[in-house]
């Protein structure tokens, strides 16, 4: 079911290809803060604070168990550069907080 128009081949579909390469050759040019091994659980990480660590690499998969709280300034940038797969559980949640 489309809810929308299907953009293929055109201008607008191009330039949104354009966007997402520019937008992943940015965040992969970012150095990582500090950098974990394979099926980390990213909720035992939590409290992550941004201005601390604003690249979390993991290299390859990592895993979101349970509840994530993130804090830093207003426009404090968070990112997380996962190798592979990211398993997310249903009882998962991700709460900004500080700003």
Do not use: E
Not at 20 to 38: E, K, M, Q, R, W
Not at 53 to 64: D, K, R
């Amino acid at each position: 079911m489309v809810n929308g128009a299907i953009q293929i081949n055109n201008a607008a579909a191009l330039q949104a290809k354009t966007d997402i390469d520019t937008a992943f050759t940015a965040v992969n040019a970012l150095p990582c803060s500090v950098t974990y091994g394979a099926d980390q659980d990213i909720s035992a990480l939590s409290p992550i604070d941004a201005n601390a660590t604003p690249v979390i690499c993991f290299t390859s998969s990592a895993l979101m168990t349970g509840p994530v709280t993130i804090t830093g300034t207003s426009g404090t940038p968070m990112v997380f550069k996962i190798g592979s797969t990211l398993t997310v559980s249903n009882n998962a949640v991700t709460t900004l907080a500080g700003g």
